[in-house]
């Protein structure tokens, strides 16, 4: 109970840190089945729960990548990420590519796709909502009059 208290788990990352700690495959089962019966452990509650928190800094393609590392099967992983919508992705891409662009505001269209764009995309964000959030930014940046 004392790592579930710290943090949500998956079924597998739970096992696998039990298992380590040197409990015996059997316990740890058991312990699994009645930690998931009593409502405790849901993998796709921890899904849904992992896009929530970490979708601000990731896209979808990372979101994915760190639940199947953490154990989550693909359908649960599937249908959390899925709840991550088109728009949503390109708020959270924009609101990165805000802070990146901010660094260095002097910069063309080309030189944002290849520093900023480039990080997106090494975040797991999709080539559109990529170019989406470059080209918003950019366009209110040059809305806005100089000082």
């Given at each position: 109970m004392g790592l579930l208290a710290r943090r949500a788990h998956s079924k597998w990352e739970l096992r696998r840190k039990l298992v380590m700690k040197?409990?015996?495959?059997?316990?740890?089962?058991?312990?699994?089945?009645?930690?998931?019966?009593?409502?405790?452990?849901?993998?796709?509650?921890?899904?849904?729960?992992?896009?929530?928190?970490?979708?601000?800094?990731?896209g979808p393609l990372a979101l994915s990548a760190e639940l199947a590392a953490k154990g989550v099967g693909r359908l649960d992983a599937a249908a959390a990420v899925?709840?991550?919508?088109?728009?949503?992705?390109?708020?959270?891409?924009?609101?990165?590519?805000?802070?990146?662009?901010?660094?260095?505001?002097?910069?063309?269209?080309?030189?944002?796709?290849?520093?900023?764009?480039?990080?997106l995309i090494r975040r797991g964000f999709p080539v559109a909502v990529v170019t989406a959030a470059c080209r918003s930014v950019l366009a209110t940046a040059a809305q806005q009059p100089e000082d």
């Open positions: 040197g409990f015996e495959v059997e316990a740890v089962e058991a312990a699994i089945a009645k930690l998931a019966d009593l409502g405790y452990l849901n993998d796709s509650a921890f899904a849904h729960s992992l896009v929530r928190r970490r979708g601000a800094l990731r899925a709840e991550f919508g088109p728009e949503a992705q390109v708020a959270s891409a924009t609101r990165l590519a805000e802070r990146l662009f901010a660094k260095n505001p002097a910069m063309s269209y080309r030189e944002m796709l290849d520093r900023v764009g480039a990080k």
